[in-house]
């Protein structure tokens, strides 16, 4: 899930590029983008668990709050 391909992107980009492109797709109606997002969170999060949370990517948000959007979301992030 969060792997790098060994194509030089970071890590969940293509998750993040999957999200972006629904969200113009749908003008930015976040809504219409929650399985995306969700995917790109938990491809974040994915990442923070195998690098004891000192992986870096440009797709991915810090890793307290990819833990508070899963957590919200009704999603385990431990």
Same mark, same amino acid.
């Given at each position: 899930m969060a792997k790098n391909t060994g194509t030089g992107e970071p890590p969940c980009q293509a998750e993040a590029c999957t999200l972006q492109a629904c969200l113009n797709k749908n003008t930015y109606a976040p809504d219409k983008c929650d399985a995306q997002l969700l995917k790109l969170y938990k491809?974040?999060? #994915?990442?923070?668990?195998? =690098?004891? $949370?000192?992986? #870096?990517? =440009? $797709?991915c948000p810090m890793p307290k709050v990819v833990r508070r959007w899963l957590k919200s979301h009704g999603e385990e992030a431990n």
């Open positions: 491809c974040c999060w #994915e990442m923070y668990k195998q =690098t004891d $949370a000192r992986g #870096e990517s =440009t $797709a």
